[in-house]
């Protein structure tokens, strides 16, 4: 996108939370191995959640590798935010520049002037992200380039953009005529979509301005006249059967599910008859044994993710088919069950 150099403090801020990420990670095979000879494993667990939580955190009170995954994980999801704008803020007079001439080009961003979030969004602070998504200006540089590119793309299994491009494919017919990215945020799977459907006309939604503006910004150095728009994916205003393809990457698990159920339904209405629905999220706790379960309810706990739990047991291929979906299927990938897709057809 453009060109910058965290200068040595920065780049010594968000280095170190990706090391301290893996290094976490020896933390938690010690953690496994001293579970496993306590006798705690996935047959042993108790089939309530919160029961598992509780059986784990007593039987490993004393157990010094857990503590130390605990604090890890605790230090790490209330730090990498704030390293990553630290390190920013020490660029801002070079980069800020370059990202606001990025501004004026083929891409589009309609703020819907006086559209209110709804407060499933506005009142959570998503990842622990301080303040929320657009608390600072520049907000979707720092996530889009800063934390996932140089800090979670180092410390998260796979290649993650890798990962996007593969949940693109798995809309079941070569080319679409126009596509809407729902919960486009910085604009990662958004580009997949587009060097995937290279003819296709891209529109995407988001509730942060700050994020689809560093989509915009991405669409505008690479010359693609992406239409994004502030909008909930749940209620878009657009007109019905304007797209022969709806998609999301990664979003489900941080939407109540009343939300999920309405977006499947304003995602019927979009599409054309015919019209193609692929969804990518985590994996679905009934993909998991239980001690895999855990281990993402745990995640997800100090993680910032109020809703995970309530999405990821959602049965969405039953939610899919009621709305009127047809060809509803759902599957992973191996090795780790990783991402999980949603694939679904309006009836012709």
Known sequence: MIDFNLRQRGRALV????IASRASFAASRATDAEMAAKGITAETLPDDMDERHALVEKEMADSKAFKVSQLWGEWHAKNHGQACQDAFEEIRD???PKLTALDDGPATLDYNEGFEPPSYWSKVWFHRTTGGWDAN????????ELVHKRLVAKSFPGDIFAQRRLAAQQAPKDSYKRILDCGAASGHFTQALQETYPDAEIWGIDLSPRMLEHARRTANAKGYAWKLFVRPMEDTGFDAESFDLVASYILLHELPPRIIRQWLEEAFRLLEPGGDLIAS???????????????????AKWGGEPYW???????????????GFVDVETYTFEPRKYPFILRARKPA
Not at 137 to 144: A, K, L
């Open 94 to 96: 070079v980069v800020a």
């Open 309 to 323: 739990r309530a999405s990821a047991t959602m049965d969405v291929k039953a939610a899919a088919e009621e709305v």
């Open 137 to 144: 200006d520049f907000n979707g540089f720092v996530h889009g």
């Open 281 to 299: 999220d985590v994996p679905r706790y009934s993909d998991l044994d239980k001690m895999e379960a855990w281990k993402a309810d745990w995640a």
């Open 15 to 18: 280095d170190f939370q990706a």
